[in-house]
């Protein structure tokens, strides 16, 4: 017996329309409706179908905070339909595939409790009564159905059907692919039978979870219908030709991290195992998105192995995510949602699979040679049928790129809907909190004048990137810079170091919810009232100390900073190389330079030696706890850097330059020369943060090898104090590529950044540099994901009281405003230097600051990056904290100097894989 192509082939290649070309996998997404326990608890659903194809994430537009997110697939189902629907609508056509010798296969993804069971049980039950169906309707021909049933629990394959216990081997077929050794394979009678036989298999997982504990939903079940049929006419004859495909359906364990569901021990195994399939399963899945391109690492797990035909080979696949619309799944939802992504992109290749008897296969074999024979006698012209078909592909290419395109405008134009309809409801708030903010607020004076005397015009925001909401052109004569040429604010943003003022975006100063933040900003934004006014009364009493104590520091140490920083030779990279080095910059580098061959260790001393020498400023916020991890100074920052000159004519802090849109730091002459002051000492310079983020970066990534490849080793804890398998076990690493709608995606994720940010009370500095640095590059996603992961676990340890132990520091949430609060101390000086009397001025007002008012600078600090919900406060915001710390935007170098980016676009995307960006990031 052999499979062959051939006449009969094409017969069934007619009959179908869908053998042998390429499709992609089908993508279902089905959301079910919120549980009772769920209902019961209060839980909110926060996502929505708003129409058959796309999926909507709603709550952070309900807190008014973030920008939906949506996801478009085949199809999705909201929560009231019913599995005979998905089945009707999804999987059906998929399924019956199999009736015409074609293998099919239908997957449920998700979560525990997502309804991967229940759908699965509908799509079974109606397909197998189709099949029937369609038996009954063609009595020409023969038909034999076998069913076999299978549970990989643990890396162990077990049938369900047999009451023998020991694990099933996967064998090598030549011609079979792999194979799962006596399974049993029983013939399917009659619908009893179907139910029966579900009734066994049912029983002998529930043998098995009785002994081994809730393993249902951690271990993969793999049910598959063979059927094998032949024209009746022929059977007995000996040339009889037989179709022979297979459907599997397959209930997928739960997707949840194991975090949330292992404790340790066999549990934790249990859990190792189930990441190894699902983790093999989505690197198949992410590879296979990319194209089919390299090494397929389908042998890493036995699901994988055996599932191999369906995930890009001869079989029709629809894969059914099962979603849970509860709030306080969202992460895993996101997962699923990420994977289903993923999945959409993966192409199969459907044959009709023939099997003949050996004599028809002679016989054909004959008939083949005499064709092959006759066209060699005469050969046919190099025209007709191939070109034919190169045409007929090349159309069909076409159309599918067509189609393409209209689900893509359709998703964007419902997207668009959507957020229109959102808008309307935000600017209905916003009037209700203008009014409110007039009334109840003691400077409503100064907002009646704003609202009243500046001429306000709705403009289009697709400038500036980011979506149009309730932003307003701002022309407010009051900014008349007072030199008596009648020109407005606006229109001349200068400031005396030459750089344009961060108050202009470089084409039109736009402003949000200005009345909004202007209430909640008069007060600070942070802290309460009377944490403010402690915090006033703190300043006034060390702002004298405060130079005394770095002028002491400085006589202690001993060090001539002036010669550090100018010329940093390091030992092993040769003498006399010059490091680009802000002063502070160059006595830390000065004390890493001589540590660096003996790595972490010594460098934690650098760092507490550093600890001494300053005044404490901003050191346990979670911006030095992620500096203290950074173990050594990584290789691309010993290499001879130029020293970055403050550009005098340095573009603004625009978010409309598409050019640049990576920032730099920079460094004036005064500063290259050594003057610095006190104030300069606290502001943690470029390279070190761009190095510590590479390096967390990196230490992300390798976790997550840990917990792909170390998984017969048990937990290990990591830096954090946490096991590894807590953290990153995803079976897809989600935020570590680009997904394929980045650019939404990309803005959600800064979203949730800057929420969490204010959240974890993360230096200002630090989200100055993050925001400048990353903008929407592809290959930001790394970066984004690494810092969303250390925020939520920053979040979360806050949250449960925990403290963050550190090279003997402890982080907490109290250290951490507390350390804010020196940083906005610290930057509130710099206010003084870095902006002229006048512009102080103009940002007083501009922040509703009264300019008679006490510690105004401090005021304006502390109201910087705390409006999260305003895309304009966070860019001015990030502008005057750029300028404050001399952060000068200055095109992409700066990325690609510090190895952030090397590769050329094309490049990335050809080459967007772990082991690359490993490289990237070493
Ligand atoms: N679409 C739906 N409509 C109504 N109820 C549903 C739906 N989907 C699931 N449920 C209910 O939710 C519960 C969990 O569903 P189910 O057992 O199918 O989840 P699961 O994803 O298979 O979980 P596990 O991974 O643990 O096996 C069940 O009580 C089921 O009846």
Redesign the pocket.
């Known amino acids: 017996m052999g499979a062959i192509g051939g006449e009969e082939l094409m017969k069934w290649e007619k009959m179908q329309g869908v053998s042998g070309r390429e499709e992609k996998i089908l993508v279902l997404v ?1 959301l ?2 919120l ?1 009772e326990k769920e209902s019961a608890s209060n839980e909110v659903a926060d996502w929505e179908c708003i129409n058959d194809t796309t999926i909507l994430y709603r709550n952070t537009l309900r807190e008014g905070s973030t920008f939906p997110s949506a996801y478009s697939f085949d199809k999705v189902f909201r ?1 009231d339909c019913s599995t005979r629907q998905v089945y009707e609508e999804g999987a059906q056509t998929i399924a019956l595939s199999v009736v015409s010798g074609i293998n099919s296969s239908i997957f449920a993804y ?1 979560q ?8 699965m049980v509908g799509i079974t039950e109606y397909t197998v009564a189709d099949i029937f169906d369609y038996i009954q309707r063609h009595d020409e021909r023969a038909f034999v159905l076998k069913f076999s049933a299978i549970e990989i629990y643990n890396e162990a394959v077990r049938d369900l059907l047999s009451t023998d216990n020991t694990p099933l081997r996967l064998l090598d077929d030549p011609e079979r692919g792999t194979i799962v050794e006596k399974v049993t394979e029983e013939t399917l009678r009659d619908w009893n039978h179907f139910q029966e036989l579900l009734s066994i298999c049912e029983a002998q997982r529930q043998i098995g979870e009785t002994l081994l504990n809730e393993r ?2 951690r271990s993969h079940q793999i049910i598959k219908l063979t059927i094998e049929s032949s024209a009746r006419e022929f059977l007995g004859k000996g040339n009889s030709t037989t179709l022979a495909a297979s459907v599997n359906f397959i ?1 997928l ?2 997707s949840e991290r194991a975090s949330q569901a292992l404790s340790a021990g066999a549990r934790l195994k249990e859990g190792c195992h189930i990441n190894r399939s699902l983790l093999t399963l989505g690197t198949v899945i992410r590879k296979l998105s990319k194209g089919k391109h390299g090494h397929i690492n389908y042998r890493d797990s036995k699901l994988t192995r055996i599932l191999q035909p369906c995930l890009g080979g001869n079989a029709r696949t629809a894969i059914i995510c ?1 979603l849970s619309p509860a709030r306080s799944h969202v992460e895993q939802t996101r997962n699923t949602l990420l994977f289903a992504c993923c999945a959409k992109e993966v192409t199969t290749k459907a044959q009709v699979n023939v099997v003949m008897s050996d004599k028809a296969l002679v016989k054909h074999l004959q008939k083949e040679l005499a064709r092959l024979e006759s066209e060699l006698k005469s050969p046919t012209p190099a025209s007709s049928t191939s070109d034919y078909a190169a045409l007929l592909r090349k159309k069909d290419l076409r159309i599918e790129k067509m189609e393409k395109e209209i689900r893509e405008l359709t998703k964007q134009r419902d997207l668009a809907e959507s957020r229109i309809q959102d808008l309307l409801r935000m600017i209905g708030n916003e009037q209700n909190s203008r009014q409110a903010s007039i009334s109840d607020h003691p400077r409503s004076h100064g907002e009646d004048m704003w609202d009243d005397d500046c001429s306000v015009s709705e403009s289009s925001v697709a400038d500036l990137g980011y979506p149009n909401v309730g932003v307003r052109k701002f022309e407010n004569p009051h900014y008349d810079d007072g030199d008596g040429d009648g020109r407005s604010y606006p229109e001349d943003h200068s400031l005396s170091d030459g750089t344009l003022s961060p108050l202009s975006t470089g084409k039109q100063l736009v402003r949000s919810h200005f009345s909004q933040r202007q209430a909640d900003s008069a007060v600070g934004t942070a802290e309460d009232a009377d944490d403010y006014c402690k915090e006033v009364r703190c300043i006034e009493m060390e702002e004298s100390s405060k130079d005394k104590n770095s002028e002491s520091h400085a006589l202690r140490t001993g060090r001539n900073e002036e010669t550090l920083a100018l010329n940093v030779s390091r030992d092993g990279d040769g003498a006399g190389q010059e490091m680009m080095s802000t002063p502070v910059n160059a006595n830390r580098e000065a004390m890493e330079a001589g540590m660096m061959s003996s790595g972490r260790l010594k460098l934690t001393r650098s760092w507490s030696c550093r600890a001494d020498l300053m005044t404490d400023s901003i050191e346990s916020t979670p911006l030095n706890w992620f500096e203290r991890e950074f173990p050594g100074r990584p290789e691309g920052l010993r290499r001879k850097l130029p020293l970055l000159t403050y550009d005098a004519n340095a573009r603004s802090l625009s978010r409309n330059d598409s050019q640049s849109s990576i920032g730099t730091a920079s460094i004036d002459e005064q500063q290259a020369k050594g003057a610095k002051t006190s104030a300069d000492v606290e502001i943690t310079s470029i390279q070190t943060f761009v190095a510590g983020l590479k390096q967390m970066a990196k230490l992300d990534y390798e976790k997550q090898l840990v917990d792909g490849h170390d998984q017969e080793t048990g937990p290990t804890v990591d830096k954090f104090g946490k096991d590894v398998q807590d953290v990153g076990v995803d079976p897809i690493l989600p935020a570590l590529e680009a997904p394929l709608d980045w650019p939404l995606e990309f803005e959600r994720q800064q979203r949730t950044i800057i929420e969490l940010w204010h959240t974890c009370n993360v230096s200002l500095v630090h989200r100055t540099y993050f925001f400048l640095l990353f903008k929407g590059d592809p290959t930001d996603s790394i970066y984004l994901g690494v810092e969303l992961r250390r925020l939520s676990f920053l979040k979360e340890s806050f949250s449960r009281g925990n403290q963050i132990l550190e090279n003997g520091r402890s982080l907490t949430l109290a250290s951490s405003m507390k350390a804010l609060r020196r940083e906005r101390e610290m930057l509130s000086k710099l206010l003084q230097k870095r902006f002229s009397e006048e512009e102080r001025k103009r940002l007083f007002q501009r922040w509703g600051i009264a300019l008679d008012s006490k510690r105004r600078r401090l005021q304006l600090v502390n109201q910087l990056w705390g409006n999260t919900n305003d895309t304009n406060h966070i860019i001015e915001s990030a502008a005057i904290v750029a300028k404050l710390i001399r952060f000068v935007e200055r095109g992409r170098a700066l990325k690609e100097m510090f190895g952030l980016s090397f590769a050329s676009p094309h490049a990335r995307r050809r080459s967007f894989n772990w082991k690359n960006k490993k490289a990237i990031l070493l």
Not at 112 to 119: L, N
């Open positions: 089905r079910r409706p549980s929560g998700g525990t409790s997502s309804g991967k069971t229940y759908t249902s939903s209930d364990a739960g099962t």
